[in-house]
């Protein structure tokens, strides 16, 4: 996988913890919480390369995102946030993918998506023409062609090499 100029990742269950029994925006929540790792890795990486957020929340607009993004300090961390509601498309559809690119002014192969699922984060991306990392917490062995961490830190391991 070629070195990416961006990176994106997934925003719940990748950067915020999507908790149980909560409805409506996270950024409402009466707790939010991020994931292990999160912070420490996107300070880390957020000096050598933009980091932003590609969701596929239905219940909240890139504004609502970043307010709940901010609730545990990570807001000023992220670039960009893209949002199903204002792409209109579903991180299903590659071409959520390859819009993102476009508005970051860069080929899809230089932009890289991390995530939990490896539907929507994954397949999807690498459909795009996206470099894809699964989070993979559960430790299952990934099938072939995908790379997977099994916790946020580990990526700087692989932007290491």
Known sequence: ??????????????????????AGSMWRWPEVRAMPGAYDTLAT????????????AAESSADEVRLALARVGLDDLIGRVFCRRELGLTKSDPAFYR??????GVAPHELWMIGDSLANDVHSAQA???????????????PPGVQAIAALPQLLELLAD
């Open 1 to 22: 996988m070629k070195r990416p100029l961006h990176l994106l990742f997934d925003w719940g269950d990748t950067l915020m913890a999507d908790l149980p029994g909560q």
């Open 45 to 56: 990486l957020a000096g050598r390369l933009p980091c932003h957020v590609a969701t596929n």
């Open 99 to 104: 819009r993102i690119a476009a508005e970051l």
């Open 128 to 142: 795009a023409g996206l470099g894809a990392i699964w989070l993979n917490a559960a430790g299952v062995a990934p």
